[in-house]
């Protein structure tokens, strides 16, 4: 069973190795996450050196398929986040 990685369990990891108070970790993880939101709204990409790129990508209206029943709708135009891991990453994750 595969485990999931959350905000509590980044603070703790702060806290353990930093020597920040448990609500010092707290506020550093959500500025650094509240940052990365701020730029990524603005649609700057956010590189981390090792890890990745996070980027907002525009797709344009289009017309899309029900799989179901095969009736055509339209899609409407948005903006995705899209991530693309660096080579080490990967290289980690592949080990």
């Known amino acids: 069973m595969s485990r999931t990685l ?3 369990d980044l603070t703790e ?6 020597g920040l108070s448990r609500n010092e970790s707290a506020e550093l ?3 650094v996450l509240e940052e990365m939101c701020v730029s ?3 649609g700057e990409e956010v590189k981390l050196s090792s890890f990745g790129t996070f980027s907002v990508q ?16 339209t ?9 693309r891991p660096s080579h080490i990453l990967k290289n980690r994750v592949d080990q």
């Not at 899609?75 to 991530?83: E, K, Q």
């Open 75 to 83: 899609i409407t135009p948005r903006r995705v986040l899209s991530f």
């Open 13 to 18: 990891a702060v806290y353990r190795n930093i």
């Open 6 to 8: 959350t905000r509590a």
């Open 40 to 42: 990524l709204e603005a």
């Open 58 to 73: 525009s797709k344009r209206e289009r017309v899309g398929r029900n799989p179901k029943t095969g009736v055509e709708a």
């Open 29 to 31: 993880v959500e500025s």
